[in-house]
Structure formats: structure tokens, C-alpha cells
């Protein structure tokens, strides 16, 4: 243990006992503290045999934030029971984890899920349409650093970046939006309904741009994206438009990944392609470090990279 992780599971402690609840035993559950700006959550057994969640975020104020923003959520998003200081106190959902396996059998349901969430009923004010200048001048930095790093050719840069030029919509809606919606946060609960244990990145943003962040998160056929879009009830967000935040969450993860853990970049170099209707390498190809083929050139055209209910080209499992 990290003294920094050490520190900080003090500070859960003290939220604990300032809440009034007495520790049987503390077990780290997600031992991130260090990458992820001092947020850690932990599983904690009380002597009467209750089981909480308690996570450690940056501050008071983002706290309460999360609080606020979470109150009366659906029952699929695990709740927040008190908030002490930067601590959050949980429910502790026990539960099967979302195997591979069940994750594409369950996408419909996790898409409505997912969809509730957006649909959940805010502040007019924090609910106005916002301006896309700024998330596609950040894409394109995003992309800026990818060609830099010899992950992106110039010509695949240049099909991007007129991509996202004619897709671009000028404006979005705001809504509640997870971040991090995806199998390892998902949960089979002892109604055998699905349940999002891991909320702690919600915030006030642009739906589209959320299924864009679960398609990078989530890898999906054609088919289970098609079925997870549907049932999401995404029809209002038009093609072009959810192809848009698609290909700006994807070039965010790829930079991310690209600067923290290269040896994971592959698979989202392979979305970026896919979601901006890039052909997809052909099988056997060898992949140079810009993430083009340099051999054999039989590419597969694919589709449009339009993912949509309608016509949901998302990325081969």
C-alpha cells in the first residue's frame, strides 16, 4: 500500500466514524489513487454483517456534486447513501460480473439503462444546447498529438478530419451522462437485473458523446451495437450527429492511450477507422506504428462508420 493510498483510506475511516458507522474490516476494491487523482473506493464489513461501498474523490465539492447529481436515480445505477467530506458512502451491490459472454446478451438491456440515465430530468439551465466548437476543436487536437506520435497517418488524418467537418451538428443537448459505461462497471444484482456500481464520473455533458465513450469502452459487433442503440431509444440523436461524438470520444481515448498506456492503443486506433468509415485493415496486414496497413493493400471498405439503431456499423468483436 502507497502512502498516498494509506492517507486516503484514513480519511475514509474518519468519514466513517464521523457518519457513525463502526469498521469490522476494510478491503481496497479499486486501488487507483495515484492514476486517478486520489479517487479510491473501498468495500467496507460492518459488525452487523452490513456490506457499504465507500469512494474517496478528489474533494468535498466534487462529492457533493456526485451526491446531487445521483439522488434519485434509477435503481440500476447503484445509490449514494450519505456523503462526509470528499467521501461518498454507497450501497454495496452484490452481484455476478458482466462476463464477455453476457455482456453481448445483455446489451439491449444495458442500452436501456444507459438510456434512462439520459433521460433523466435536470435544471433547464444546465440542460441548453451547448456549442460543438470547442469538442471539435479539442478532436482535433486530439489528432494533432496522434499524427505527432506516428499513430495516425496525414492521409487518414485528412478523411478525419473531414469527417468530423461534415458531421459536425454546431450544437448539442445536455443531459446526465455516465462516462464510463461498460461490462467491468456492470453488475448481474440479485434480481438478476443489470446494476452500475462504478458512477463516479457522471456529469452534466452531451449524450451522444457518452454512447461514443461506451462504444470505446465496449467492444461490440455490428449487431450487438445495433441492439444496444435501439433499446437505448437514441433515435432522436441523427446520424451524422451521433457519428460525430463518436469520432470525438474515440480520438480523446485514443490520445489518452496513446500518452498512458500505448500498449492498449491498438484496438481504438482500429475504432478511429472504423467510426470515421476509414476501410479496415485486411486480415493478415501488418500494422506500422501510425496504425496504417503496410501490407498486403486488400482492404475491406466496411461500411460508412455511421453507427446508428437504423444502421449500426460499430466495431467486430
Avoid: Y
Avoid at 86 to 94: D, M
Avoid at 141 to 167: C, N
Avoid at 182 to 209: H, K, Q, S
Avoid at 256 to 275: F, Y
Amino acid at each position: 500500500m502507497t502512502a498516498r493510498t494509506a492517507a486516503i483510506e484514513s480519511e475514509i475511516r474518519a468519514a466513517l466514524h464521523r457518519h457513525g458507522v463502526l469498521v469490522d474490516h476494510i478491503t481496497v476494491v479499486s486501488p487507483l489513487a495515484g492514476r486517478m487523482g486520489g479517487r479510491l473506493a473501498v468495500r467496507v464489513d460492518v459488525p452487523d454483517g452490513t456490506t457499504l461501498k465507500a469512494r474517496h474523490v478528489v474533494d468535498a465539492d466534487t462529492a457533493r456534486e456526485l451526491q446531487r447529481l445521483r439522488d434519485g436515480l434509477d435503481p440500476g445505477f447503484a445509490a449514494v447513501i450519505e456523503q462526509v467530506g470528499p467521501v461518498l458512502l454507497e450501497e454495496w451491490i452484490e452481484g455476478e460480473p458482466l462476463s464477455s459472454t453476457m455482456a453481448a446478451e445483455r446489451a439491449a438491456e444495458a442500452g436501456a439503462l444507459l438510456g434512462r440515465l439520459h433521460a433523466t430530468a435536470l435544471d433547464p439551465v444546465r440542460t441548453r444546447r451547448c456549442d460543438t466548437a470547442r469538442w471539435h476543436a479539442e478532436a482535433v487536437g486530439d489528432l494533432t498529438i496522434l499524427i505527432r506520435g506516428e499513430r495516425v497517418s496525414a492521409e487518414d488524418a485528412a478523411v478525419i478530419r473531414g469527417e468530423l467537418r461534415r458531421r459536425d451538428p454546431g450544437s448539442a443537448r445536455a443531459g446526465l451522462i455516465h462516462r464510463d459505461f461498460c461490462p467491468e462497471n456492470l453488475v448481474v444484482g440479485p434480481a438478476g437485473r443489470l446494476v452500475a456500481i462504478d458512477n463516479e464520473w457522471m456529469t452534466v455533458g452531451v449524450p451522444e458523446f457518452d454512447l461514443g465513450r461506451t462504444l470505446g469502452r465496449w467492444p461490440m459487433t455490428d449487431d450487438t451495437w445495433n441492439r444496444f442503440l435501439s433499446a437505448h431509444g437514441a433515435a432522436w440523436a441523427p446520424p451524422e450527429a451521433l457519428g460525430f461524438w463518436c469520432i470525438v470520444a474515440t480520438l480523446m481515448g485514443a490520445r489518452v492511450l496513446h500518452e498512458r498506456l500505448p500498449e492498449r492503443l491498438e484496438p481504438m486506433l482500429a475504432l478511429l477507422r472504423r467510426v470515421s468509415g476509414l476501410p479496415r485493415t485486411a486480415p493478415g496486414a501488418v500494422t506500422s506504428r501510425a496504425g496504417a496497413a503496410t501490407a498486403p493493400a486488400r482492404p475491406d471498405r466496411g461500411r460508412s462508420g455511421m453507427p446508428t439503431a437504423r444502421r449500426a456499423p460499430g466495431p467486430s468483436a
